[in-house]
């Protein structure tokens, strides 16, 4: 198999097989692999340093991996071994967005224009990379029509399209988060990897980021997320996968992953015989929640 090549499709979108990473002396992830399925919403868990960032730099083309396979499966079919592709080629051809930990918005620029710069491959391809083509092709001008109509969409999605003329900068932290959201969403993607979506928000910020994400879930788009936030991770994941020094320690439902005692163990940082008591402090938090 070679990238684009198609295949028979199936319900797996992402699968990562034996990865490694090393930089220098530290083998930050070690024969790693997990399956994320198509249409479902996996996380990605473990403590700090476990290795979580680095799998999806490897999966989103900034790091070369040292060793091992990932192979995106589009809807079509269509397959892509993200470890091979140029990382620009990554969000274009294997149509994998990403966000990152950090806000990387145009702060200056209207929530608008955000969700139309994120679409400026589309409107340069319609206008034939021709100033005339900017000017007076029809196909350019259905495009730009297309990119707002999407824009307002995504912005009605995550309850923003009353902002749509305010700079991004002047949003509040939750809002800004979704609008980030709703740029990778605005580039067409199979697979979106988000990077703690959830790290500072506020409860109520928590639960519209929550909505947005099952929407975007529910739509048909696959989700991978890391996150530190336990409460986002029960609620709305479907599968989760747990690294620990670059490992996999455990891999199932919230629920299978939750009272797996390596999981209690290695995440909470709790010694054997302090295991009974969290497992009953963890089930008695998720009774409360449900
Ligand atoms: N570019 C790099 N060069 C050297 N070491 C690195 C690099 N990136 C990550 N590491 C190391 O690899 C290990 C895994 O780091 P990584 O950031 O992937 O963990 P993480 O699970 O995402 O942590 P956190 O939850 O704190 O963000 C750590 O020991 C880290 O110091």
Redesign the pocket.
Known sequence: MTSGNTTMSNDTILKVEHLS?R??G?M??NDFSFEAKRGEITALI????????????CITGF?RPTMGMITLTQKSGEQFLLERLPDFEIPKKAKVARTF?NIRLFSGLTVLENLLVAQHNALMKASGYTVLGLLGLPAYKKAAGEAIEKARYWLEKADLIDRADDPAGDLPYGAQRRLEICRAMCTGPELLCLD?PAAGLNPKESLALNTLLRSIRDEGTSLLL?E?DMSVVMQISDHVVV?EY?QKISDGTPDHVKNDPKVIAAYLGVEDEELDEVIHEVEAIAGGEA
């Open positions: 990473m930089f220098g530290l930050a992830i473990g403590p700090n340093g476990a290795g979580k960032t680095t799998v999806f730099n790091y930990q703690e890391i530190h690294l670059g």
